[in-house]
């Protein structure tokens, strides 16, 4: 067999059919059929439906509703018990920016909020770190760090009222035995500022304390044994460890107080009825409404105003605060 039969008889034969071009891998899939639900689909929804609807309407009922309407009246020029109102769009808006109240109770807002978030964060971690140790004794005094949070706002003012009163309290009969006279805690502006965020920290120790106590005792032993086989001190271990370790409590703490200093409401009214030096927003709101003025659509204006800036806040914290949180 000659070498041109061997080629001619391993070819393939001329009448075999050629192979399908292979698409391009940039050929355009076909779409799926869209998916029907099925009967266990359709239970689960209306389960969902069933759980969570109630939860909806109540909230849109007494949270968002309100809002709205509060939002409508801030428009409104409109006393309190009256039958009737003038619209008067932003005007309200207008009067209070430009008003010669709006400096001193933003900065009494301010002022009051800073303090007291900074106040209450700073102790309950000193009183976590106390309370962390293990010593007898340590639950009864949890306890009783936290339990000033759970009573009642009236009451805890009714009693330190009592202490700071500069007639007859105990803090003035202490001053009179080492021959001193008692400040004017509740006539003087300044004065009756400073009274009320001690007593609103002493009040909201508590609940630092307890959140910064459950995140001292989450952090990982093996790291802070690791570190004191290191040679890092107490203080090192807790600069440099457990202080980053706690920021996202630390992130926690900081939304949760800031948002509930902005809205302290009873011991203030309880304290200084009048607001002499403790007008803030929510306050402010409170005497405009139902204080001698009766102007309930500028006092829905104030209320729109905290609502803006308790937003706002709160976008800015999880916006870039969060950024910095260390999550193990």
């Keep these: ?45 209306l389960v969902f439906l069933a759980m969570a609807l109630p939860n909806l309407v109540l909230i849109g009922t007494f949270t968002y509703w309100p809002l709205i309407n509060n939002i409508y009246y801030s428009t409104l020029d409109w006393t309190l018990g009256s039958a009737s109102a003038t619209v008067v769009g932003l005007q309200n808006y207008v009067t209070f920016f430009t008003g010669e109240d709006a400096s001193k109770v933003l900065g009494t807002t301010a002022i009051f909020t800073l303090v007291t978030v900074g106040g209450s964060m700073v102790l309950g971690l000193l009183v976590a770190l106390a309370l962390n140790s293990k010593v007898r004794g340590t639950t009864f005094a949890r306890s009783a760090v936290f339990a000033p949070y759970v009573l009642s706002g009236v009451g805890v003012g009714l009693v330190w009222l009592f202490i700071f009163d500069p007639g007859y309290g105990v803090l003035a009969w202490l001053l009179r035995g080492l021959g001193q006279q008692s400040p004017q805690w509740i006539n003087d502006p300044q004065l009756s500022l400073v009274m009320v965020i001690i007593v609103y920290v002493w009040k909201n120790l508590g609940y630092c304390a307890v959140v910064y106590l459950a995140g001292l005792q989450s952090l990982p032993r093996d790291v802070m044994e690791a570190a004191a086989l290191d040679g890092a001190n107490g203080a090192r271990r807790f600069l440099n ?17 800031m948002l509930s200093s902005l809205q302290a409401f009873d011991l203030i009214r309880i304290m200084t009825p009048l607001g002499n030096g403790t007008s803030t927003l929510i306050y402010e709101a409170y005497l405009q409404a139902f204080g001698a003025y009766n102007r309930a659509g500028y006092s829905a204006a104030i209320s729109v105003i905290l609502f803006a800036i308790l937003l706002i806040i709160t976008v800015l914290q999880l916006r870039f605060v969060e950024r910095k949180v260390h999550y193990s």
């Design 1 to 45: 067999m000659t070498t041109r039969q061997i080629h001619s008889s391993s070819a393939a034969p001329a009448d075999k059919p050629a192979e399908p071009p292979v698409p391009p891998a940039t050929a355009a899939k076909p779409r799926q059929a869209r998916k029907r639900w099925s009967g266990r689909d359709r239970r689960d929804f």
């Design 241 to 257: 460890i457990s202080l980053p370790l706690l920021s996202p409590t630390t992130f926690f703490l900081l939304i949760t107080t």
